[in-house]
């Protein structure tokens, strides 16, 4: 087991960017990694996710390039890049580990407590 401390969310503006960070207690290297984000009254749903080879996948791939998940090896640490923010990306955000597949939150088995987003226009 893993554990998982998010930060880096709070008060953006609308347009604005964001970087969130999630740091593992042990290596999440060659394995599932995850964002997810919950809004309130919604269900939680998949952001983009790192494979066990390294490579990205994103849950809209419309939206690639606004968001941006990354890992630094070394030290752990997971990465969420949120550009060019928008009202409907407030959420609490949480990241993941241990999954099976990509974005499939049920295969998840270590989570954070997760960081708030808000988003100001």
């Known amino acids: 087991q893993v554990q998982l401390v998010e930060s880096g969310g709070g008060s953006v503006q609308a347009g604005g960017s964001l970087r969130l960070s999630c740091s593992a207690s042990?290596?999440?290297?060659?394995?599932?990694v995850a964002w997810f984000r919950q809004a309130p009254g919604k269900e939680r749903e998949a952001v983009a996710c790192i494979k066990p080879r390294g490579n990205a996948g994103y849950a809209d791939d419309s939206e690639t390039g606004r968001f941006i998940i990354s890992q630094d090896k070394s030290k752990n640490i997971l990465y969420l890049q949120i550009n060019n923010v928008k009202p409907e990306d407030a959420a609490m955000y949480y990241c993941?580990?241990?999954?099976?597949?990509?974005?499939?939150?049920?295969?998840?088995?270590?989570w954070g407590q997760g960081t708030q987003v808000t988003v100001s226009s």
């Open positions: 993941a580990a241990g999954g099976t597949a990509c974005l499939s939150a049920r295969t998840y088995i270590d």
């Open positions: 042990r290596t999440i290297r060659g394995t599932y």
